[in-house]
């Protein structure tokens, strides 16, 4: 399985992560840790938050972070079928 780092066709620097989570703290911790490791992080708090995201034009994201319990009509399970329908 490769990994991020191992891959060769973009360098790690290059790669964006969204990372959806809506507890503050642990938001911040994965953020900072992502980006110390050289990745280019996006934050959303909640699914209807990172669709919004997502539906950018243009929007580069390589990898989805996502917790599975969020407040809101859809949670992490809902926000992985809908990107799957929309954005494989």
Same mark, same amino acid.
């Given at each position: 399985m490769a990994s991020?780092?191992?891959r060769g066709d973009?360098?790690?620097q290059r790669r964006v992560v969204l990372?959806?989570?809506?507890?503050?703290?642990?938001?911040?911790a994965l953020a900072a840790h992502l980006d110390d490791k050289g990745f280019t992080v996006r934050e959303a708090?909640?699914?209807a938050d990172a669709?919004? +995201?997502? &539906?950018e034009?243009?929007?580069?994201?390589?990898?989805?972070?996502?917790?599975?319990?969020m407040p809101g009509k859809m949670d992490?399970?809902?926000?992985?079928?809908? +990107?799957f &329908?929309?954005?494989p």
């Open positions: 991020f780092e191992t973009l360098p790690p990372v959806v989570e809506d507890e503050l703290l642990i938001l911040m708090c909640c699914a669709i919004a +995201i997502l &539906e034009p243009g929007c580069p994201i390589d990898l989805v972070f996502s917790d599975v319990r992490g399970f809902g926000l992985s079928r809908w +990107i &329908e929309n954005r």
